[in-house]
Each structure stands twice: as structure tokens, then as C-alpha cells.
């Protein structure tokens, strides 16, 4: 709901009906103008009457909002979020953010050799998967807590913030000593208990997609997290459940546009789960940074071949590189940098 005083109202009178407002529960944010005053109201506005609004003297109109979505909605907040993590600058016009690493991290061999080589190759961000979440019961399910201490060890060694998937509100203890960035994983985009547990953190969340949601399904899950206080949030698209079989997922990379429309939280994608195969990652990579994404999040083996998850969809080190070279030409034209 956004509300127009009349001009020249007092500021006094603009903070009595603010205050009146939040009373009811409900938070105000102001639009900013030069020749008007306008706010917006966040909560649930189904319990206010437009006319008990109306019947303020100095209010010239009050027009409700369709989107339900009011924190993550750019109308509210016209400039661009930006998350900051160890010092990297995720949205706005800031570099491009390259996050690699294995889908999961199964040694810790592995996983420094594969940091060194995201690192040399230029990404500022390393990913892998501490717990797991499988189709099938039986397959590798991840390392757990050893997992994240050694994101923690290659951290330390590399310079490289960690992002890695929580699965269970009762492990959030751990990765908010242990983890640089929470992922919420497609299964659980909509776990509400899960994103209220991560949205009572300060803790910078990477939300992806669901298999089958809307763009506002999405940013209404994120509007869950928000709400809880914690505004660190960071989009994900991960490609969406279609009729195609040919690829892992259908990405969407129409999204990204659609959503700096709508919203003012940054966004990145993740080619190697919406196709599936490593020689489409590229290619979709690119053209997600064409498009305007604020990052990229790739899954980095150095032997597919052998990989305990997802080897199909890793790119060799030297592919990954290879990558970066041809998307800091492209990010050039548009004004960025990787």
C-alpha cells in the first residue's frame, strides 16, 4: 500500500499517521521525491481500510500494491541491495562474482587442490556441498560438519569466502560459525521454518529457485527471510522443471531482467544445475552475464570423471578458466568487471 500526503504537509503530521500505522504492526518506508511525500506500508495491509487512511486530512491518495512481496519489492526500495561478504561487493554495478567448487566436497585433497584452481583462475567465492540433499537415500550424502571445517581450512589458505547448502534448521549453528554465505537449496525454497531460522541471522543467504515456482513464489521466500530482519539476501536461478529432457532443468535467464525490474536484491546464476551437461555451461554462462546477472555459481571438479555427485555438469579447472577470459570480455561492453 503507498500512501501521498498532500504538499506542503507538515512533518509532524506525517509522523503521527506513521505512528498511528505501527501500531497496527505495520512498518512504513519512504519513497523518496522532491516534491511529494510518499511511503510505502510493509505487513499485512489486509487489515487496514483504505478509507481510515483517506480520512486524514493532509493524505492526497492510497493505492494499494498488488505484488504481496513488500521488502524485496524494488518499489519500496529503489536502489540496489548490496550484500557484502568479506569485503566482495555482490549487485548493483560492482564486478561480476565468480563462485567455484565441487557439487560436494569429499576429501580434504580434493578440495584444496580444486580451491588453488578456482582461485588462480579468478573466482573470489568457493562453493561445495557439506550435506546433501539426494534423490536416491543411498547415495553420498556429504561430509557434514568435517565438510564446512574444511571450507573453513581453505578459506584460510586461499582468501576464498564459503557458500555451502543448509538443509535442517538445527545446523544453523554451525554454519553460522563456520559458512560465509547460507544456501537455501531449490528443495527447500519454500521450507518456511528454514527460511524464518536463516531470516533471525545477519548471515548473507543464497536463495535459489524452486523446481517448479513462480518468480513471485520465489520472492515471496525471500520476502520470509527479510522479514525475519535479515535484508543479506542474494537470488539464485537454477533452472526450472519443463517438459525438456535434453537438459538437467530449463534455465530461465529471462529472469534476471524481470527481476531487477521487480525487485532491488541481486541475482546469480547457476548454469551447471540448469542444464546439467559441462559443455552447456559455458555458453549459458555467458549468456547470463549478458544479461545482466551479478554473479555466477559453477561446480568445479578435477576429475568429473570420478566425482561423488554431479560430475556430469563439472568443468574441468581449464575449462572453468577458459570461461572467466571469454566473460570478462563480455562483462567489458556492458561496463563490468569480473
Not at 581450512?153 to 534448521?169: D, F, H, N, R
Request: hydrophobic share 40%; net charge neutral; glycine share 8%.
Amino acid at each position: 500500500m503507498i500512501v501521498t500526503m498532500k504538499k506542503d504537509t507538515p512533518q509532524e503530521e506525517v509522523l503521527k499517521l506513521k505512528n498511528e500505522l505501527e501500531k497496527l504492526n505495520l512498518q512504513t518506508r519512504d519513497i523518496t521525491g522532491d516534491n511529494y511525500i510518499v511511503f510505502g506500508i510493509v505487513g499485512d495491509t489486509t487489515i487496514l481500510d483504505k478509507n481510515f487512511i483517506l480520512s486524514n486530512p493532509y493524505v492526497e491518495n492510497v493505492t494499494r500494491v498488488q505484488a504481496p512481496y513488500k521488502k524485496a519489492n524494488r518499489l519500496f526500495h529503489p536502489e540496489n541491495t548490496i550484500v557484502e561478504v568479506e569485503g566482495i561487493k555482490i549487485g548493483g554495478n560492482n564486478p561480476i562474482v565468480i563462485i567455484g567448487g565441487p557439487c560436494s566436497i569429499e576429501s580434504e585433497k580434493q578440495l584444496m587442490e580444486i580451491a588453488k584452481e578456482v582461485k588462480n583462475a579468478g573466482a573470489v567465492m568457493l562453493r561445495g556441498g557439506a550435506y546433501k540433499p539426494r534423490t536416491s537415500p543411498y547415495a553420498f550424502q556429504g561430509m557434514g560438519i568435517a565438510g564446512l571445517l574444511l571450507m573453513e581450512k581453505a578459506k584460510k589458505e586461499y582468501g576464498l569466502p564459503s557458500v555451502s547448502e543448509m538443509m535442517a534448521v538445527d545446523k544453523i549453528d554451525e554454519f553460522i560459525e563456520h559458512c560465509d554465505i547460507i544456501q537455501i537449496g531449490a528443495r527447500n525454497m519454500q521450507n518456511f521454518d528454514l527460511l524464518k531460522a536463516v531470516g533471525k541471522t545477519n548471515k548473507p543467504v543464497l536463495l535459489k529457485r524452486g523446481l517448479s515456482n513462480t518468480i513471485e513464489e520465489w520472492l515471496m521466500s525471500a520476502e520470509y527471510i527479510m522479514a525475519g530482519g535479515n535484508e543479506n539476501v542474494i537470488l539464485c536461478e537454477r533452472g526450472i522443471r519443463t517438459f525438456e529432457k535434453y537438459t538437467r532443468n530449463t534455465l530461465d535467464l529471462s529472469v534476471i531482467p524481470i527481476i531487477k525490474k521487480k525487485s532491488h536484491l541481486p541475482i546469480i546464476i547457476d548454469p551447471s544445475h540448469a542444464t546439467g551437461k559441462w559443455d552447456l555451461v559455458e555458453s549459458m554462462a555467458l549468456a547470463a552475464i549478458a544479461a545482466g546477472a551479478d554473479g555466477l555459481l559453477i561446480e568445479v571438479h578435477n576429475k568429473p570423471e570420478e566425482a561423488m555427485s554431479d560430475g556430469p555438469q563439472s568443468l574441468k579447472p581449464e575449462n572453468f578458466a577458459n570461461l572467466i577470459k571469454k566473460g570478462r570480455k563480455i562483462a567489458e561492453v556492458l561496463g563490468r568487471k569480473i
